[in-house]
């Protein structure tokens, strides 16, 4: 059985991972289980340095395998901001509030047919040895005029996703977890570990 160690102390996320990596002959753990893991400071220039420098930083202390996700929401007419500023887009002490509020308010004379968006997640499995593999996974969408819906977290309110009807905050947890970029990403990387366990 292969150790990953998931580079997370967020609870939500290892369950949701947990779950999302069922029936692989893993066994997963999380920085709980390495509470003298450094703390790895998030300041790459894209998802994919982010994730890579925590995946690395963290297989190098445990001498595990460990695996490490940075994602984000990019808007096109912005260059791809708020990217991996999304959580601090509306600055230090910002919340998904505040960020929603700069977000509306920057696109305020972006029409709708410029308005087109996309979520991602960049995941980054490194071995102790330097090896890195990284999976990706997009959710294309727009950026609505005005927050509808009061599920999910983030950018949810004002991402519309046309194919849906809806912005993301207005689908269930299920549908969210079938749809996103996470469980895009994530069911990449299964489907190469269900490859390379196959092939032994
Ligand atoms: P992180 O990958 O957990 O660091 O997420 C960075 C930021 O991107 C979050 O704080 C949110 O602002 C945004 N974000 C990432 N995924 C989502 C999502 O599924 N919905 C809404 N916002 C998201």
Not at 2 to 7: G, L, N, R
Not at 71 to 85: D, E, N, R
Not at 160 to 182: C, D, F, I, Q
Request: a neutral charge; hydrophobic letters at 40%.
């Amino acid at each position: 059985m292969k150790t990953v160690v998931f580079a997370s102390r967020n609870r939500g996320k290892i369950r949701e991972i947990r779950a999302l990596l069922e029936g692989l002959p893993i066994s997963l753990r999380s920085l709980d289980d390495f509470p003298d893991a450094p703390d790895v400071e998030e300041d790459g220039d894209t998802f994919w340095a982010n994730a890579r420098k925590k995946a690395l930083a963290i297989a190098r202390h445990t001498g595990c395998a460990a695996l490490a996700d940075d994602s984000g929401l990019t808007v096109a007419a912005l260059g791809g901001a708020p990217g991996v500023h999304s959580a601090r887009y509306a600055g230090e002490n910002a919340d998904d509030a505040k960020n929603i509020d700069k977000l509306l308010r920057v696109m305020k004379d972006i029409p709708k047919e410029r308005r087109n968006a996309a979520f991602r997640c960049v995941l980054v499995l490194c071995e102790p040895d330097g090896s890195c593999e990284s999976f990706e996974g997009a959710w294309d969408g727009r950026i609505a005029e005005t927050p509808d819906g009061d599920g999910g977290f983030g950018y949810d309110p004002v991402f519309y996703v046309p194919a849906l009807g809806k912005t993301v905050a207005r689908l269930s947890l299920e549908e969210k977890n079938r749809l996103s970029h996470r469980a895009r990403a994530f069911g990449r990387f299964r489907e190469a570990l269900e490859r390379r366990f196959q092939n032994r």
